[in-house]
């Protein structure tokens, strides 16, 4: 009789002590992160065999829910002994069932806990980016050491070296000495990053110390980009990446008493949007970005996602935003291209899908006489031509919207000046270094000539000059020229210089009258 009770009492013990296999993935796995995470485990003699079980159970339960890969969160298990030892590195498992498998299948080291070797190894090769193995630049890192307190060892000079290095150092502790030298290791908030917890109680600090990890490895899942006044793109990261199985999108606008617009691939009453109607969409399990179309103008939208695979189960993101505020072509018109006959004037935003036309009315300032154009829905300028010179002109910009709207912008244009040629150059040499300079020029608008002169040794200092000349001057007197001086006027008109005329002196004994006529 006492046999048969000792052996029923015996199967009970077995069927309640926790086992990792019989740890099962979550209702969603956590595609929230992604950092490197490497566990520091006490499994010196000083760890009863009793207690390293319930550790290795306490650690299977802390990274079952986390999504494992190269793009997420990768773990390592490093242990502490007389010579501590590397179980497995960040790249040797990708999936939760072959990390349960090998935490379940760990054995203890034994001998003294000489956790300053095993922090050595950690900053020397397992922490530090660029080594073989190593951690993944520029994503976080995390060291979680679980230790029963007994003889840590010299341990505040690593630990504060790994925390410069940028290691987040997170401390369990189910013994409860050494409290002032935990409390320097942990990174801060202390609060936070450093727990003491009796062997048989470890679950009710599991959910805490993984939202600890969690908040220093947590990373951007999901985003909104290139938003406009009625679409946006979808960005993630492809958890899906090896998998079969495919993204669920859906997107409706954040409730205000109203409910948004449906269509789209498919519509419905969706929880996660507040009961609003929502728009779904599908993409396949290799894609990263979703272009959400149909959105109403300054409106805000949540938008949620879901990695569907029979493989592995994920949680759904979401996130929010909002489109831009509707932009009435045209906001905004510009010039370019003027000359004295004509100018281009162009507008924008395009937007062909909603304008009819576009009708552009322009006159001369003050009271011109009123001309119009019409331009297709796919211009965004025009050329306006046969205009009359150096005169401003009023434009307006006109859209015929397909919803009836219409919006106009006007612009001040002005066209450029007739700045004629000289069309009259004529030299007369008297004596050896004196010339006598005559032109013709009786356009309208003249303001005046720029007349200059320079010798063929240009490099002699004094062998250049320049000067304005009224425009009742038509002719000029140059004295103590240099040999071959080149002279040229030009006509000053309001607002530019036009083309002038060149002619070079020849000196000779008697006078000679030479230039140019066009």
Same mark, same amino acid.
């Given at each position: ?280 969409? /599908? ?8 272009? =959400?179309?149909? %959105?109403? @103008? +300054? #409106?805000? $939208?949540?938008? *949620? ?68 154009? /019409? ?8 050329? =306006?031509?046969? %205009?009359? @010179? +150096? #005169?401003? $002109?009023?434009? *307006? ?122």
């Amino acid at each position: 009789m006492e046999t048969h009770m000792l052996l029923t009492w015996s199967l009970l013990c077995l069927l309640l002590r926790p086992s990792a296999a019989q740890n099962t993935a979550p209702e969603g796995v956590l595609n929230c992160c992604e950092g490197d995470v490497l566990l520091l485990l006490d499994s010196s003699g000083s760890v009863s065999s009793y207690e390293y079980s319930r550790m290795l159970n306490f650690l299977s339960e802390l990274v079952l829910p986390f999504s494992l890969g190269e793009d997420q969160v990768r773990v390592g298990l490093l242990q502490v002994g007389t010579q501590p030892r590397l179980e497995f590195g960040f790249d040797t498992y990708s999936t939760q069932s072959s990390l349960q498998g090998a935490l379940s299948n760990t054995k203890p080291l034994r001998g003294d806990t000489n956790t300053v070797e095993a922090l050595r190894m950690a900053m020397e090769s397992v922490l530090r980016p660029g080594t073989a193995d190593g951690a993944r630049a520029g994503l976080p890192r995390v060291l979680v050491w679980l230790t029963d307190g007994v003889k840590p060892g010299d341990v505040i000079g690593p630990m504060a070296e790994l925390r410069e290095e940028g290691v987040a150092v997170l401390v369990v502790s189910t013994g409860h000495g050494n409290f002032q030298v935990l409390r320097q290791v942990v990174s801060p908030p202390v609060e936070n990053n450093l727990y003491f917890v009796d062997i048989d109680h470890m679950s009710i600090i599991t959910e805490d110390l993984r939202d600890a990890i969690i908040e220093i490895i947590r990373a951007e899942r999901i985003n909104v980009r290139d938003i406009s006044t009625n679409s946006a793109t979808l960005q993630w990261r492809p958890v899906l990446s090896g998998l079969t199985g495919y993204y669920e999108i859906r997107f409706a606008p954040v409730p205000s008493g109203g409910t948004g617009g449906g269509g789209g691939s498919g519509t419905g009453t969706s929880p996660s949007t507040g009961g609003s109607q929502y728009q779904r969409l /599908t993409q396949s399990a290799d894609s990263s970005t979703a272009r =959400l179309t149909g %959105l109403k @103008p +300054d #409106t805000s $939208y949540t938008a *949620t996602l879901t990695p569907e695979s029979n493989e592995q189960a994920f949680n759904t993101l979401s996130v929010t935003f909002t489109t831009k505020p509707e932009v009435l072509s045209p906001a905004v018109v510009s010039v370019s291209d003027s000359g004295p006959n004509s100018v281009r004037v162009s507008w924008g935003p395009l937007q062909p899908e909603t304008v009819t036309s576009y009708y552009i009315e322009y006159s001369a300032l003050p009271r011109g006489k009123l001309h119009a154009v /019409t331009v297709d829905r796919t211009q965004n300028s025009t050329l =306006l031509r046969d %205009l009359q @010179p +150096d #005169t401003t $002109y009023l434009v *307006t910009v006109s859209a015929r919207h397909a919803s009836g709207k219409e919006r106009a912008m006007s612009v001040k244009v002005c066209t450029q000046e007739v700045t004629p040629a000289l069309a009259d150059l004529q030299l007369t040499t008297v004596g050896s270094d004196s010339v006598q300079v005559n032109w013709k020029g009786s356009e309208a608008g003249l303001r005046g000539y720029w007349l200059t002169w320079e010798g063929q040794q240009t490099s002699v200092p004094g062998q250049r000059s320049s000067f304005y000349l009224p425009a009742d001057s038509l002719s000029t007197r140059l004295t103590h020229l240099p040999p071959s001086a080149r002279v040229c006027v030009s006509p000053i008109y309001r607002t530019a210089r036009g083309e002038g005329l060149c002619c070079t002196a020849q000196f000779q004994s008697e006078a000679l009258t030479y230039g140019y006529q066009s």
